[in-house]
Antibody
Framework: QVELVESGGGVVQPGTSLRLSCAAS????????MHWVRQAPGKGLEWVAV????????YYVDSVKGRFTISRDNSKNTLYLQMNSLRVEDTAVYYC??????????????WGQGTLVTVSS | QSALTQPPSASGSPGQSVAISCTGT?????????VSWYQQHPGKAPKLMIY???KRPSGVPDRFSGSKSGNTASLTVSGLQAEDEADYYC??????????FGTGTKVTV
């Protein structure tokens, strides 16, 4: 069965960096686009970033452009989110989510359990 | 990249129906037939309930249905059950592989 397991969250100070990982199994990782979605405490879902199946195309929400980088290693079935220059407002649970089909349509059929990132001084 | 607009709350008694709207623009909801709906219980990851506007994944009860007209999509839950009490989010393709979520609706049964 499909499983997505995030790791790498923690408590960091503003201006610092953190790298999240998402280990995928149970499906053909190398043929599917993958996304990061976040949810601030008590708030709604926010789409953050997407990578195409081969990593050649990447897009971001405006608020993280230039600070976050999404990447993937298909040999390791792992998705990453490098987060630099972190801000207090980046505090959230970060979910990785699998695209439902090989077409990237922002439809997410499987989600990880989430990893909490807290940015605080 | 503005969030899609949903009502903050909706409610109904067991057995009744509730409808949730999701309003976007021609650049997202109105421009693509890639509208999806997610159910989220407290402390849990979201669960896909509807995709491609009106299709249900395997295992989702047929009490859940979706539709779209212009820039507004809707989720209807018929025959409300206690376990349907949750937060519901719409999402849409927003061009160039991007996604956008709705503001979320808390459904109370």
């Amino acid at each position: 069965q499909v499983e997505l397991v995030e790791s790498g969250g923690g408590v960091v100070q503003p201006g610092t960096s953190l790298r999240l990982s998402c280990a995928a199994s149970g499906f053909s990782f190398s043929t599917h686009g993958m996304h990061w979605v976040r949810q601030a405490p008590g708030k709604g879902l926010e789409w953050v970033a997407v990578t195409s199946y081969d990593g050649s195309n990447k897009y971001y929400v405006d608020s993280v452009k230039g600070r976050f980088t999404i990447s993937r290693d298909n040999s390791k079935n792992t998705l990453y989110l490098q987060m630099n220059s972190l801000r207090v407002e980046d505090t959230a649970v970060y979910y990785c989510a699998k695209e439902r089909t090989v077409v990237v349509a922002a439809e997410f059929d499987y989600w990880g359990q989430g990893t909490l990132v807290t940015v605080s001084s | 990249q503005s969030a899609l607009t949903q009502p903050p709350s909706a409610s109904g008694s067991p057995g009744q129906s509730v409808a949730i709207s999701c309003t976007g623009t021609s650049s997202d909801v109105g421009g693509y037939n890639y509208v999806s709906w997610y159910q989220q219980h407290p402390g849990k990851a979201p669960k896909l309930m509807i995709y491609e506007v009106s299709k249900r994944p395997s295992g989702v009860p047929d009490r859940f249905s979706g539709s779209k007209s212009g820039n507004t999509a809707s989720l209807t839950v018929s025959g409300l059950q206690a376990e349907d009490e949750a937060d519901y989010y719409c999402a849409s393709h927003a061009g160039s592989m991007k996604g956008v979520f709705g503001t979320g609706t808390k459904v109370t049964v």
